[in-house]
């Protein structure tokens, strides 16, 4: 008896594109950017849509294999099916057009996603940036020097994970990542991406998403109800420019409602 044998084609991008090239359905998977797993009504409000429209995408997007659910008893949440989802998101809004902004909610929305935002588990944005010119500016991060530069670039592209580059730990990063309270004991992944905005690298991987985690702890940022946008708390200011010397000017334009309390 003859074994079959299975013949993989060429990546079915049509169907993936489809599934994502809708407005509504786009809109969702910005709002699960972050990595949050969200409820379908609040899903539906991000999109814009009836609630009975949010269900028929959701399962659009969960057919495409884009995104997964959850069920929690009566409930079912939704969330990003994995990281490389989240990478191939980034990677389209560098291709994308952006939106116009016609109101002071869009531009306030567009400024604070460029000023800090959660890149799926991890720091993005100009804070993610700026944290990371930081580390190796203080000799906590050795293997490269933060910048992308196209012309010099091998298999670094924008919006995606590096390669180009081998970051490590040095002796004084351990201590430092030791005092500020991460966890270098189970050594963590060193990554990176090329942030779309910046176009520079935030640090990613094991280490990134705790330096994520320990900023949330210590209130320095706080996750909007939706959305990948970070809200960078004074608290987080004072604690961003004392430890890392991160000051308010480095990431961008700021005003009384963009700080927080």
Do not use: K
């Not at 949010?54 to 929690?72: K, M, P, Q, W």
């Amino acid at each position: 008896m003859m074994e079959e044998t299975t013949t993989r084609g060429e990546a079915d991008l049509a169907r993936v594109a489809a599934a994502i090239g809708e407005p509504g359905r786009a809109r969702i998977l910005n709002a699960l950017g972050d990595g949050r797993a969200l409820a379908a009504s609040v899903l539906a409000g991000e999109a814009g849509v009836a609630p009975s429209t949010a269900s028929n995408h959701l399962a659009r997007l969960v057919d495409a294999g884009l995104i997964v659910v959850e069920v929690s008893g009566r409930h079912r949440y939704y969330r990003l099916a994995g990281p490389m989802v989240a990478e191939a998101l980034e990677a389209l809004s560098l291709l994308a057009r952006p939106e116009p902004v016609r109101s002071l909610r869009a531009s306030t929305r567009a400024a604070s996603l460029r000023r800090a935002r959660a890149c799926y588990d991890h720091l993005a944005g100009r804070l993610g940036v700026e944290v990371m010119a930081a580390l190796l500016a203080r000799g906590h991060l050795a293997g490269g020097d933060g910048i992308h530069d196209p012309a010099r670039a091998r298999l670094d592209h924008y919006s995606s994970s590096g390669h180009d580059f081998t970051y490590t730990v040095t002796e004084s990063g351990e201590r430092f990542f030791s005092d500020f309270g991460t966890d270098l004991s189970r050594r963590p992944t060193i990554r990176y991406c090329v942030d779309w905005t910046e176009q520079r690298h935030h640090l990613a991987g094991g280490l990134g998403a705790q330096l994520l985690t320990r900023f949330l702890d210590l209130d320095w940022v706080r996750r909007m109800p939706v959305g990948r946008a970070l809200l960078v708390t004074e608290t987080g200011l004072a604690g961003l420019g004392r430890t890392f010397g991160v000051e308010a000017p480095a990431l961008g334009p700021w005003d009384a409602r963009s700080r927080g309390a």
